[in-house]
């Protein structure tokens, strides 16, 4: 099983004080013989005239390497193959890309992050570290 991810307990703990309850941690997707860790699922009950669950899977991304760019290519090709996977056997679940308010205001925010959360229809979970909150769902 891979390493937690440096920010992992604080979007455990972001979610929770969200309402969201933490189903899995990690969620493991099985598939062609092959087992891969998307960091965590969790579940939301929504009131409505008839209860629906919404189901979530999370995938953490520090971006603390020297290079944004490198930690954009690996976020967006881990993303890419656990949404492909999702697709095909948990159409329900929607996946998010969690990052840290900082990694969001800089290569999120600049032309070639937003080329490829469009382009790629990639959906964020901002996150603030230090008061271990939601800022934005950008989908």
Do not use: C
């Not at 087992?35 to 189901?55: F, P, S």
């Not at 056997?89 to 937003?114: C, D, H, N, W």
């Amino acid at each position: 099983m891979p390493a937690k991810d440096f920010y992992h307990d604080t979007v455990v703990q972001a979610l929770i004080n969200d309402g969201w309850e933490i189903t899995d941690d990690p969620l493991i997707l099985s598939y062609g013989g092959r087992e891969l860790y998307v960091d965590l699922g969790a579940e939301k009950t929504t009131i409505a005239a008839q209860k629906d669950n919404l189901k979530i899977a999370v995938e953490i991304k520090s971006f603390l390497k020297p290079s944004p760019v490198r930690d954009l290519e690996d976020a967006v090709g881990q993303y890419g193959v656990y949404q492909s996977i999702l697709t095909d056997i948990a159409s329900e679940r929607i996946l998010y890309l969690a990052v840290p308010q900082r990694s969001y205001e800089s290569i999120f925010t600049e032309k070639l992050g937003q080329l490829i959360l469009k382009s790629l229809k990639i959906k964020l979970l901002v996150f603030d570290d230090e008061q271990r909150r939601i800022i934005q769902w950008i989908p």
